[in-house]
């Protein structure tokens, strides 16, 4: 089954400094994709980026990088530069690319908050 | 307009009445999508509706009905609900590709659900 996990409740950073946000995922299946979405206050789920299990290079979106670590299975999200704006909610997702019935898992997610 | 739009954005209703949430949306996209998330849970895939058929229906109970007349419109029929079903009801949309490319999700900004 596959499932994610993050493991930050919560994170502080300051203001334009960089900070990793942590996603470890498991699945047997080897076709996969990995997604970064963003939750503000205001509930919308914002798609930030995403990473497919056979690409041979990190994802990177602006300030969005993707560290994507396919023998930790890991897929942690940096953003560089963080602005007051990039306080929110972030989850981590997978979808079986194999799997015809469009299911995206989540993470329970982690609460970023920066800092002045 | 908007990509996703989901209308109540909040809606609050007794264990006896019956309400419907509603969302369009404005992408083109083949396939919609119902979660539910509740506080301190990950988003829960409730329904996922391809070419307006509906392909997944996680166990999800049946005073919870959806339906889908058409490729843009999705709705989530509610009756004698609980009160654990107060929560963020969210709406998304994907372009299915096929061949396993990555269709990511646009998300509306949720219907809040309070149940009294």
């Known amino acids: 089954a596959q499932k994610i996990t993050q493991t930050q409740p919560g994170m502080f950073v300051q203001e334009k400094e960089a900070v990793t946000l942590d996603c470890t995922y498991d699945?047997?299946?080897?076709?996969?994709?990995l997604f970064w979405y963003k939750q503000p206050s205001s509930g919308e789920m914002i798609f930030l980026i995403y990473?497919?299990?056979?690409?041979?290079q990190n994802a990177t979106e602006g300030r969005y990088s993707l560290n994507f670590q396919k023998a930790r299975k890991s897929a942690n999200l940096v953003i560089s530069a963080s602005q007051l704006g990039d306080s929110a909610m972030y989850f981590c997702?997978?979808?079986?690319?194999?799997?015809?019935?469009?299911?995206?898992?989540f993470g329970s997610g982690t609460r970023l908050l920066v800092r002045p | 307009e908007t990509g996703v739009t989901q209308t109540p954005r909040h809606l609050v209703m007794g264990m006896t009445n019956k309400k419907s949430l509603k969302c369009e949306q404005h992408?083109?996209?083949?396939?919609m999508y119902w979660y539910k998330q509740s506080a301190k849970k990950p988003l829960e895939l409730m329904f996922v509706?391809?070419?307006?058929?509906?392909?997944e229906n996680n166990s999800v109970p049946s005073r919870f009905s959806p339906e889908c007349p058409n490729s843009s419109h999705l709705f989530l029929h509610l009756h004698t609900l609980q009160p654990e079903d107060s929560a963020l009801y969210l709406c998304?949309?994907?372009?299915?590709?096929?061949?396993?490319?990555?269709?990511?999700?646009?998300f509306g900004e949720g219907s809040r659900l309070t149940v009294l």
């Open positions: 990473q497919g299990s056979y690409d041979q």
């Open positions: 509706y391809s070419l307006e058929e509906r392909v």
């Open positions: 997702a997978m979808r079986d690319m194999m799997d015809s019935s469009y299911k995206l898992i």
């Open positions: 998304a949309s994907s372009q299915d590709q096929g061949g396993g490319l990555a269709g990511e999700l646009f």
């Open positions: 699945t047997s299946d080897p076709s996969y994709g």
């Open positions: 992408l083109g996209h083949n396939a």
